[in-house]
């Protein structure tokens, strides 16, 4: 599959390349990025071939997150971030996917790539759980899934301050992830994805659901208090003139 913002093709065999190429929206959650996400997923899914997923970005983009007009739609109302379903897209995998973030992570789509089975960041790029810079609590799974893979301190830190977070600094700060420059991201993560593609693609299927079940479990009842805290938390009047401003600059 492949059209102007998503690119997904089995590039070796066994290796289905999902790239997100929205470059209007500079990869921003636009309604046809996560409509593209979730066609090349659905085609994985019946893809008895695949055996790992590498998903990706171009040039300093890997997602940038939600665009103004979706951010206006669930402050006044007419959506929640659950209508995107993207918070469990690689999670609900039946096969490893590895976020390959050799650009940009902001906000929801820094949170969507850590839900991969397998990371690895650029040290020259920007990430950020920035939720709380427009005055709403963080969603899109965020505040589960940020301590489950950065760890409780540096996880909590990052969704309170809303900090942007060179990769580098994060590498120095202990992530357990592989942190390369970012001309090598793809490469680590194709190497990865080879070594995945040797193994029977059954015992790949039944290791992850193996691995990922307590994510999977507990999940939902994460999603649930995001929507609660957002019913309080979105509406607010700065939120909007925070969303206002902060797209403007």
Do not use: W
């Not at 020259?124 to 589960?144: D, I, K, L, R, W």
């Not at 999603?223 to 609660?228: H, P």
């Amino acid at each position: 599959m492949s059209d102007s913002v998503i690119d997904a093709r089995e590039i070796e065999p066994g290796i289905v390349q999902v790239t997100m190429q929205d470059r209007a929206q500079k990869n921003a959650l636009s309604r046809e990025l996560v409509a593209g996400l979730h066609q090349a997923f659905a085609a994985i899914d019946e893809n008895e071939r695949c055996k790992a997923v590498v998903l990706t970005g171009y040039d300093n983009y890997f997602c940038t997150g939600g665009t103004k007009d979706g951010l206006l739609s669930i402050q006044g109302g007419e959506m929640q971030f659950t209508a995107l379903h993207l918070h469990s897209l690689a999670l609900d995998c039946k096969v490893p996917v590895i976020a390959a973030m050799q650009g940009h992570g902001i906000g929801a789509g820094f949170t969507m790539g850590l839900f991969a089975d397998l990371v690895v960041l650029s040290r020259e790029s920007v990430y950020t759980c920035n939720y709380m810079n427009f005055g709403f609590t963080p969603g899109m799974g965020a505040t589960f899934i940020v301590p489950k893979k950065l760890g409780i301190s540096l996880g909590e830190e990052m969704l309170f301050t809303a900090g942007r977070y060179m990769g580098a600094e994060l590498e120095r700060r202990g992530v357990p992830f592989r942190v390369v420059p970012r001309n090598e991201v793809l490469t680590v993560a194709l190497d990865v994805a080879r070594s995945l593609a040797e193994k029977p693609r059954l015992s790949l299927i039944m290791l992850k659901d193996n691995l990922v079940a307590s994510l999977r479990a507990e999940l939902p009842a994460a999603i649930a208090q995001e929507v609660k805290m957002h019913e309080a938390t979105f509406h607010l009047p700065e939120v909007k003139d925070r969303i206002n401003a902060l797209f403007g600059k």
